[in-house]
């Protein structure tokens, strides 16, 4: 079944709040969509139609079965995309986004096959998510906020939460690149900002709304 442009864009930000919240509060949905409440009170109550969503009201909205694969499907084009773009056109991990945003509502199926093909078949797009396989299946990281690092431990930076532009400039600034060894050195209790090591060569002071945007593996 096709879907119009703007069901796609509720799919993929219901399913984006699912992994991180597990539900979708659809105050938030509204404000992560940049909608008035009753317009998407009005969508979600026709996609539950579709049998997309399950919609009660004055609860939170989640994806069905179907709803979820075909969002998860929306993903996988819209990350395939942002690593084509990084891998094969030379574009900055800052920059793919919002073309990755117009490209994943490409319908057919055969162009996303050859772009996975001509990428030998990534796991991850280049800010470090995962790419959900051709049946929608999404692995887990198992990573975590940066935040919960402890005081001397070493984690690896394994993705950022959030692909503002402003925000991947200001990790470029600090040399902050997927896979960099970080050692938390000293964390404030006061604003829960951090000073820490990046690849044993030099120190750096990362705010707390940096660190709740960054993902990190602990180091065995």
């Known amino acids: 079944m096709d879907f119009s442009q703007a069901e796609e864009n509720y799919l993929k930000e219901l399913l984006s709040l699912s992994l991180e919240q597990g539900h979708a509060p659809i105050n938030l949905l509204s404000k992560r969509l940049n909608i008035k409440m009753p317009t998407a ?20 909205i989640s994806l069905t079965h179907k709803g979820k694969r075909e969002a998860a499907l929306i993903l996988r084009r819209h990350r395939l995309t942002e ?4 891998e094969k056109m030379g574009f900055g991990w800052e920059e793919v986004h ?3 945003e117009q490209i994943e509502h490409i319908k057919s199926l055969r162009f996303f096959e050859k772009m996975d ?8 797009d280049p800010h470090g998510s995962p790419i959900p396989d051709k049946d929608g299946n999404i692995i887990d990281t198992n990573s975590k906020l940066l935040t919960k690092a402890e005081v001397g431990n070493t984690v690896t930076f394994t ?7 402003d925000f991947l400039k200001f990790l470029n600034k600090k040399n902050l690149n997927l896979g960099a060894k ?3 050195l000293a964390k404030e209790s006061f604003d ?3 000073s820490v090591e990046i690849d044993g060569s030099h120190q750096e002071e990362l705010s707390a709304v940096a660190c709740e945007r960054m993902l990190v593996v602990a180091d065995k």
């Open 159 to 165: 993705a950022v939460r959030d692909s503002n532009e």
């Open 98 to 100: 919002p073309i990755a």
């Open 192 to 194: 829960s900002s951090m």
């Open 182 to 184: 970080i050692k938390i």
């Open 41 to 60: 009170n009005s969508m979600t109550k026709k996609m539950a139609e579709k049998e997309l969503v399950n919609y009660e009201s004055y609860k939170p």
């Open 117 to 124: 093909e001509i990428l030998n078949y990534p796991a991850f």
């Open 83 to 86: 690593m084509f773009l990084v």
